[in-house]
């Protein structure tokens, strides 16, 4: 798992590359979202675009980034999801959860 | 696609993480002979990586001394994979829900579910000195794909 992170518009975008699976990239995120969090990143957008697979670990770090940001006051957006981990959320019914958005343009509009 | 080559293979591996690529390598090679079509195959990838992650996280605690046997089975109808540890057992039925609307947003709890959504059966064997043995099944499709899994999107690998 790779992770990029950078700034547009006051939201801090994260782009996730690989699989968010145990013991890889469900710690790569982790770190990366309280990373954030810690330089006091408060809108924070995943860009899921190129995340090739994810387990109930990862979606398990998914849940937790998006409590960890929220508690704060914060703001955590999925964007570009893959058909895949998209399917992988909806049948856990997390879809009603978490604030998935088609596009980056469309993420960073919705914490302007 | 010709009739699958009805064969078992077997795999022995510490509890370890990184050794869910190597069986997760074996079945995708095993996949490539079998009626079983990408999309199926994809969600069984899925499925055995929630069972060896169960096998080495709870079940053998991540103990590197503790051994995960699993075994592919190419039957005439289909692929059985078991995923045995040397832990101490669980009650299937205790598991919780993880659609209750009180387990949403709780971090662990969804493997078995994952398992049973992509698969076509699964079932335990507890052994009598201890140790978890789950045998997941997909039956092949006869029009030379698999029954079901419909998902769509990009390759994992």
């Known amino acids: ?112 | 696609m010709p009739e699958p080559v009805q064969q078992t293979i077997r795999l022995s591996i510490g509890s370890r993480y990184e050794n869910i690529e190597l069986v997760k390598a074996v079945l995708d090679e095993t996949l490539e002979s079998l009626p079983i079509d990408e999309e199926t195959g994809y969600w069984m990838g899925i499925a055995l990586r929630e069972a060896l992650t169960n096998a080495i996280k709870h079940g053998n605690a991540l103990d590197p001394e503790k051994k995960v046997e699993v075994c592919l089975a190419v039957g005439e109808s289909g692929l059985d994979i078991t995923v045995e540890d040397q832990g101490s057992g669980f009650d299937p039925g205790a598991v919780a829900d993880p659609l209750a609307p009180d387990n949403l947003l709780k971090t662990e709890g969804r493997g078995i579910f994952y398992m049973r959504r992509f698969m076509d059966k699964i079932d335990y064997d507890f052994g009598a000195e201890g140790g978890t043995k789950v045998r997941l099944h997909k039956k092949f499709d006869a029009s030379g794909g698999s029954a079901e899994a419909n998902q769509g999107g990009a390759n994992e690998d």
């Open chain 1, 1 to 112: 798992m790779k992770i990029d992170k950078r700034q547009r518009d006051g939201a801090t975008i994260l782009d996730l590359q690989g699989r968010i699976t145990i013991g890889e990239g469900d710690v790569a995120l982790r770190e990366a979202v309280l990373a954030a969090v810690g330089e006091g990143a408060t809108n924070i957008l995943l860009n899921m675009g190129r995340v090739r697979s994810i387990d109930s670990s990862g979606v398990g770090e998914l849940v937790a980034a998006y409590t960890t940001v929220t508690n704060r006051g914060g703001k955590l957006r999925l964007f570009s999801m893959p058909s895949r981990v998209l399917g992988v959320l909806q049948i856990t019914q997390l879809v009603t959860v978490l604030d998935i958005l088609e596009d980056e343009d469309e993420a960073v509009a919705s914490v302007a």
